[in-house]
């Protein structure tokens, strides 16, 4: 019998499903018009459908980002996704993370940049419009036959995002979706991953999408140049694209440094993670590809070298979506998505781009034409050359590495991920850095074309001497434990001095010109910064008690910390002062603390509050706080930490119950504190006690007093009403005592009370790992440098067509 | 022979050697038997925690020593030394990889990496924290 469901919104599945499928055929459309509009560029009908076509994709991939914003901002749970990714108590700056927190939404996400994109090429409607837009259009097919959900035969192919709850694999056969009212029964959405609900989650994704998705432009032109033969024109108008590409792409890994460094408890920004490296590695073929751009422009040589590098990068920002997505990297790492059973499809999408891009470049590769002779050694297109190779190195060690779980499964071996990851990369990559940024400076001293020997060796020996000088100062200063660190140290400082030497002289310090030279400065100070801060960082919490087993074995980054308690760190004093509970965080107050000579005392610098999240689906997750000067900054984390149970503390936390007799004026010592019964007095708030006329309250007034004189007052109650006695406990939960007051005994002039305290073994701990990052501040500095200088770079290249 | 011939040799030399040193770097996956085998070698092994049996972490000793015994692939029991702190969230892990290697009878850890119910993707099989109420009319 065929059950009638309830209250459910069905149009808007079928609505979605409809755009999927519209969104899904004008992509196919609009690239198939576009291809015989370029076959037959007379026929004007096919160029007009094509357009069209394209333009109806985007509207259909745009509202169907709407729509899914609709169905999670409306909580239509129905829907398996809207469920799963949404809940009702989810603030409303968090709704968007949940749109691309799963790979459906994400894949919609990247999509819709493509769109974007797309669009705005089509606006610009000159000759490159129609084959860059067909490339577009296809790897769009692609996209989509991701979201799709359909099956051919026993064939799933992509994974709906309008699936509904009831009919998900997941839910399918569970009882309660039989229920016509199944939907009533559905109190909330599983919503966000809390550990998500971040405001890096709102922007950080939306910008390394945009990145992914602008690296398909600059192939898109290097496949159009090759279906349309113009081999060597696209550079020009290519050049923005890439370097945008190289911005958004940029800013994105950036943004996710920081992330990992904020917020995670990775103890760094950058941790050479798979998920990190298979976006970092694209980045890398792109800014070689640019700079062989260069070359192609001022000397019209190398045109195959940038297509390769370009299509290298496109395909390698595919690599790193199987990678992520197909759930090949499994145990190592932390952030991946979840499989979806896709692995097979973003195969063959990945497979489909490599063997399209290797075709028309082998095919076309003959053909390309391009100045033969010699590069002589001092000619800018030389370095840049070289630099391009190194640069490539460098990819190729990292994708090495960051593949070691597609080679395991491809030829069954079963290697591990090398055992110190950090150590191994920086063991290619910091010489490699070294290299280019050293590079960075011949190539900007240099002319295109041949250079005179004795005017390059002028112009750069300024900078070469003061680099020097300076490197050796700083080293000195910081000291180093390796060779390859000093050389990355004189390479950086030198690549910051000879551009801004070269900005100031031979640039005049134009800005509109100099983005290539702030971008370097930018990039060496991200590197200065890095070494700094990752050479020269300082435990500060390091346990010296404990024995040291060896460098094999750093055993003593942690420190145990109790409540109250004050602990020497670096130049600081750290006091623990508590736990306190908000919302579903619970914040740890450590106090840092410099001696004050001239005062002899301590007096308070800032206060950190690291959390632990509680999170029951998930596992508990501790979030580090730092606190950031300009030299240094304070990286906090509590690494295990007893948490409150909240207010039903448990009887055997204290010490056994004790009757005591006290007279006023009397005093008692428990482990901790001196108690000292003052006084006794009639309460004045009667009413709130409802008491009646004959009814009697008193209080005893007791000063509980801590071994350092400090004092607080505690009134314990005893009310006398109906003639029953009726005793009110008093605690103090800081100082863990307990005081109930019992009776009154009028002969003895005594009163009896009953006293526990809390056994001082369950005093509030945490264990905590402070870390001092040096000149931190750099990376960031470097960073805005960076990307300042390639927005530049852009603005320059728009303004010059 | 041109000189970006030989650059471009000297670069294929560099990365041949760079896939060489990174194959001598890696660790490998192994169990306790292995492992015991070659004391000193450092090798990944994939297990479960041994639920019956102490944990011992006791921060007001020390505040970076953590111990437990774990059962690898094949059944094998031992004892796993961890000089760090306690991982949060240690007993939820189903599945944990240690790096480290055999020191007499204990496996010393360096590294704890702990496959969790899905700490970073929402999909696990977690079906009876499904919230609806299930009483039946």
């Known amino acids: 019998m065929e059950i009638v469901y309830e209250g459910e919104s069905l149009i808007y599945g079928v609505f979605g499903n409809l755009l999927l499928a519209a969104a899904f055929s004008f992509a196919l459309l609009s690239f198939f018009s576009f291809l015989i509009s370029i076959k037959n560029p007379l026929d004007v009908a096919w160029k007009k459908i094509a357009r069209t076509s394209f333009i109806l994709h985007s509207v259909s991939v745009i509202v169907i980002f709407a729509l899914l914003y609709f169905l999670i901002s409306g909580r239509y749970y129905e829907y398996y996704y809207v469920w799963q990714h949404s809940s009702d108590n989810l603030p409303a700056q968090y709704l968007f993370a949940c749109i691309w927190e799963g790979q459906e939404g994400s894949f919609i996400l990247w999509a819709f940049w493509h769109c974007i994109l797309g669009l705005f090429i089509l606006k610009q409607n000159n000759e490159w419009s129609a084959p860059v837009i067909m490339v577009v259009s296809i790897v769009q097919a692609f996209i989509l036959s991701m979201i799709l959900g359909v099956f051919v035969g026993d064939l799933k192919i992509g994974s709906n995002p309008f699936t509904l709850l009831r009919e998900h694999p997941d839910m399918a056969n569970l009882p309660f979706v039989q229920l016509p009212d199944y939907l009533n029964r559905i109190e909330d959405g599983r919503g966000l991953n809390p550990l998500l609900q971040n405001y890096w989650m709102v922007i950080h994704p939306p910008m390394l999408f945009l990145g992914f998705a602008s690296t398909l432009i600059p192939f898109a032109f290097a496949m159009a140049a090759l279906v349309t033969k113009k081999y060597t024109e696209w550079v020009k108008p290519a050049l923005s694209f890439t370097l945008f590409a190289v911005l958004s792409l940029g800013t994105g890994l950036l943004m996710g440094a920081a992330w990992a460094y904020e917020a995670l408890s990775f103890g760094g920004f950058w941790a050479w993670d798979p998920v990190e490296n298979a976006s970092l590695v694209p980045w890398i073929t792109l800014v070689a590809g640019l700079h062989v751009m260069f070359i192609n422009k001022s000397r019209q040589k190398a045109f195959a070298a940038s297509i390769i590098l370009l299509s290298a990068s496109f395909i390698l920002v595919l690599y790193s979506t199987f990678l992520t997505r197909s759930g090949i990297l499994g145990d190592s790492s932390v952030h991946s998505f979840t499989d979806l059973g896709l692995m097979g499809q973003l195969l063959f999408f990945l497979i489909a781009f490599i063997v399209i891009a290797a075709t028309l470049i082998i095919y076309h590769i003959k053909k390309i034409p391009g100045v033969k002779e010699e590069d002589p050694i001092l000619s800018r297109e030389f370095w840049l050359y070289l630099g391009m190779l190194i640069l490539l190195v460098s990819a190729i060690q990292i994708s090495f590495s960051t593949s070691i779980p597609v080679i395991n499964k491809v030829f069954g071996t079963n290697m591990a991920p090398p055992v110190e990851v950090e150590a191994h990369y920086n063991s290619w990559q910091v010489p490699i850095a070294s290299l280019i940024l050293i590079m960075m400076c011949i190539a900007i001293y240099l002319r295109f074309k041949k250079d005179d020997k004795k005017r390059f060796f002028k112009s750069i020996s300024l900078s070469f001497f003061l680099s020097l000088i300076i490197s050796i100062a700083l080293g000195i200063y910081f000291v180093f434990s390796t060779v390859p660190m000093y050389l990355l140290l004189f390479a950086s400082v030198f690549a910051i001095i000879a551009n801004f030497i070269y900005f100031i002289n031979k640039l005049k310090a134009k800005f509109k010109i100099s983005g290539a030279t702030i971008s370097h400065i930018g990039f060496a100070l991200i590197m200065l910064g890095s070494l700094i801060a990752n050479a020269k960082k300082d435990v500060i919490s390091e346990n010296v008690l404990n024995v040291d087993l060896g460098k094999d074995f750093p055993n003593n980054e942690n420190i145990m910390i109790r409540k109250g308690d004050t602990l020497s760190m670096g130049s600081y004093y750290v006091t623990y002062t508590g736990q306190r509970k908000e919302g579903v965080n619970v914040f740890f107050t450590i106090d840092y603390f410099r001696y004050n000579y001239e005062r002899s005392t301590l007096s308070k610098v800032f206060t950190l509050e690291p959390f632990v999240q509680l999170n029951e689906r998930m596992g508990n997750v501790a979030e580090p706080a730092t606190k950031h000067f300009i030299n240094y900054d304070l990286y906090t984390h509590v690494t295990y930490a007893e948490l409150d149970k909240g207010d039903d503390e448990k009887d055997e936390d204290f010490t056994k119950m004790e009757e005591v007799k006290l007279s006023i004026g009397d005093t008692l010592s428990t482990s901790r504190h001196l108690l000292v019964l003052s006084h006794l007095n009639s309460t004045q708030d009667r009413e709130s006690l409802g008491l009646a006329e004959n009814d009697l309250a008193v209080e005893a007034s007791f000063y509980v007093i801590d071994q350092f004189g400090k004092s607080k007052e505690m009134k314990p109650m005893l009310i006398i009403k109906n003639n029953t006695l009726l005793s009110k406990t008093e605690e103090l939960d800081e100082e863990g005592i307990r005081i109930k007051f019992l009776n009154i005994l009028p002969k003895e002039n005594q009163l009896v009370f009953n006293i526990q305290e809390r056994k001082s073994n369950k005093r509030d701990f945490i264990i905590m790992k402070a870390v001092l990052f040096p000149y931190m501040s750099l990376v960031w500095a470097g960073s805005f440098v960076l990307v300042f200088g390639l927005i530049i770079s852009i603005r320059n290249r728009m303004s010059s067509k | ?137």
């Open chain 2, 1 to 137: 022979m041109k000189k970006t011939h030989i650059i471009a040799l000297i670069v294929v030399a560099v990365a041949f050697a760079i896939i060489l040193s990174s194959l001598s770097n890696t660790s490998t996956y192994a169990n306790f038997s292995t492992s015991a085998k070659n004391p000193g070698k450092t090798y990944h092994v994939v297990g479960k925690l041994n639920k019956d049996r102490d944990m011992i972490y006791a921060p007001e000793v020390n505040a970076n020593l953590f111990t437990f015994f774990m059962i690898d692939n094949e059944g094998k029991e031992s004892k796993v030394v961890y000089n760090n702190s306690k991982p949060q969230d240690f007993e939820r892990a189903e599945q944990i990889v240690i790096v480290g290697k055999m020191v007499e009878d204990e496996f010393i850890a360096s590294e704890i990496l702990m496959k969790c119910p899905s700490k970073y993707n929402g999909n696990e099989q977690d079906q009876n924290n499904l919230s609806y109420s299930n009483e039946s009319q």
